[in-house]
């Protein structure tokens, strides 16, 4: 037996007992004829002492542990005299009588503490180091303990499990996908699934009713800090719903998950429509965490005085508490700050509402105080308030409002990420239009039912038409998304018609699917979560990274086992591929 405790295990209690424990030195020290060491493994930290007088030969041995090196110790637990309050197994220590080296350790390249001196490179590298410590197992901690809750609920709820290939055919729509070429089919390829949508909805055919999975999905997109080239989902389809139905059962889902793992009792979830979200908040998943709600001022202002608003499609302003007191200088970085080219404003109007009542603006030149005041008014400005002006195109102007709302929330700190916000958003655009292609895309994907009372515009004004579609929000994270499906052929025939698609090409990527259709689809719907922002969302963290035991750099790359990477001539051969690196 190499062990009979774990080093998170001991209490006071168990003083007097002869045990043995294994694990990893986390640090050790001698303190004159004394030799203390901390012994780790995941479950915690013992001390081990060691005597130079009582056991001279035994404390030299101590002496050459190095860090990381593992060890198995035997000795008896004792009380401390020096109680650590900090750590649970803080009241007792172990009187060594023996140690044995499994294995020496290299000195690691950074130090394996929650403040750990490595760089994130470094720590990348050596990933398995890395998960050695506290903070970083605890992360891996939540995210297995909310999937086996994921599971409970889902099963209590009639859910099936189903795996579904990851070896799938490409398509067009969405996302670039990763393709797998096929050795027997030379010249052809697989894909790696983006999502397990058609496979689900095939399930919903085959009578299975209510279906979930924690499954990997694969998208070969620009990765951003929030984004990885493989994630995992909770995939989830269900037939016989209503939109309704399917909002019910995973409202109860999340809220079941704040109250096991954060005992957080969420209120039953707000519902906004897509068109108020862009309208009050610039964005499609609102952070409700804070207020600063837009305030449309195309009408407010007097026409025929400032030429930039006579022009814009769209004024509108958010109302920043307390912000009068902003100095030039941080007025001059705000502008610049919507004027980067990921923001996209030609410029910021401010107004500042002074506590003597008088105004300071911008525009002072085109505008008197009496009409800034009206301004003031409208956006529920008191004095002390600074009030932020942006005007031009309006589903540009919005979204860049919204970021200049979000950057305002961060720096007057009202983004606390451990304050929950959840809403549902509902009620999107079907179809989007692309300036680029000259046509429509599916919003969601090309299997979104439109909302009944919209279907007749489906040919005569595809792009007011809403889609059966929601997302489920939670601080401005947009955490999961679904529709109610089509299915029914000929609606789905229309629907690849106003994307553009000709019989033939829908028959030839999308076949499968719609044949499948002709064979009793039932009505479904669902949705699927991303859990690994899930994961990041009750951990308070912002990257999803932290989350996943070996995630891929800013590149793609897993510099642990430097992949991508180049492969042989003879596999290439047998593969049929031709690789021309210009
Ligand atoms: N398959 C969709 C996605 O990955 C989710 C869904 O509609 O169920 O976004």
Redesign the pocket.
């Known amino acids: 037996m190499y062990r009979t405790h774990t080093n998170g295990e001991l209490r006071i209690s168990d003083v007097g007992k002869e045990v043995c424990l294994c694990g990893w030195v986390q640090r050790s020290r001698d303190l004159g004829g004394m030799t203390f060491v901390d012994l780790r493994d995941r479950y915690g930290i013992t001390q081990v002492v060691f005597n130079m007088e009582t056991n001279a030969d035994l404390c030299a041995k101590a002496r050459t542990l190095g860090r990381e090196f593992v060890v198995q110790i035997k000795g008896k637990v004792a009380e401390r005299s020096n109680k650590n309050s900090k750590i649970p197994t803080g009241d007792i220590e172990i009187i060594a009588n023996e140690i044995n080296i499994l294995n020496p350790a290299k000195t690691p390249p950074f130090t394996i503490e929650d403040h750990s001196d490595g760089g994130d490179e470094l720590r990348m590298k050596y990933r398995y180091l890395d998960l050695r410590r506290d903070c970083v197992r605890k992360n891996l901690e939540l995210r297995h303990r909310l999937s086996i809750e994921i599971r409970k609920y889902m099963d209590g709820q009639g859910f099936m499990e189903i795996e579904t290939p990851f070896l799938v055919k490409s398509t067009p729509e969405g996302a670039r996908d990763f393709v797998v070429p096929s050795r027997m089919n030379p010249g052809e390829f697989y894909a790696l699934p ?4 058609q496979y ?1 909805q095939l399930l919903m055919v085959a009578g299975y009713d209510r279906y979930f999975q924690l499954v990997r ?1 694969f998208r070969d997109e620009d990765l951003r800090a929030d984004r990885q080239p493989e994630f995992t ?1 909770l ?3 269900m037939s016989f719903v209503e939109q309704e139905d399917v909002l019910q059962m995973f409202e109860g889902l999340i809220r079941y998950l704040f109250k096991v793992e954060k005992g957080i009792d969420v209120p039953p979830l707000q519902r906004m429509s897509w068109q108020t979200a862009m309208d009050k908040y610039g964005s499609d998943k609102p952070d409700l965490r804070f207020g600063m709600e837009f305030t449309a001022l195309k009408e407010v202002f007097p026409q025929g005085k400032f030429s930039i608003f006579d022009q814009s499609e769209w004024v509108g302003g958010i109302c920043v508490p307390g912000g009068a007191e902003y100095t030039r200088k941080q007025l001059d970085e705000l502008t610049d700050f919507v004027k980067r080219p990921q923001v996209g404003a030609s410029g910021l109007i401010y107004i500042k509402c002074n506590a003597d009542g008088s105004f300071k603006s911008s525009v002072d030149k085109f505008f008197n105080a009496d009409e800034l005041k009206a301004v003031a008014q409208a956006c529920d400005a008191k004095a002390g308030d600074l009030i932020l002006i942006l005007a031009g195109k309006a589903a540009k102007t919005k979204t860049a409002l919204g970021v200049l709302r979000l950057e305002m929330g961060n720096r007057l700190g009202l983004r606390d990420p451990f304050n929950y916000k959840l809403l549902w958003v509902v009620d999107f655009p079907l179809l989007e239009w692309d300036e680029e292609a000259g046509r429509f895309f599916a919003m ?2 090309p ?2 039912a439109p909302k009944p009372e919209d279907d007749a515009m489906l040919e005569t004004d595809p792009g007011k038409v809403r889609a059966n ?1 929601y997302d489920m929000v939670i601080n401005g994270v947009e955490v999961g ?3 109610i499906r089509i299915h029914d052929k000929n609606l789905q025939k229309r629907m690849f018609k106003a994307l553009g698609f000709s019989d033939e090409e829908a028959q030839a990527q999308f076949g499968f699917l719609m044949n499948a259709f002709e064979y009793g689809a039932p009505p479904h719907g ?3 979560f991303g859990f690994d922002r899930l994961c990041a969302l009750f951990g308070g963290a912002d990257s999803i990274r932290d989350y996943i035991a070996f995630p891929k750099n800013n590149a793609g790359r897993d510099t642990m086992s430097e992949s991508p990477s180049p492969i042989s001539q003879a596999q290439l051969d047998e593969l049929n591929l031709k690789v021309n690196l210009k």
């Open positions: 983006q999502s397990p949508q689900k999905c989902q995939d989830c389809e969601h994907h299997f979104t579609a998304g679904g529709s669902g949705l699927a």
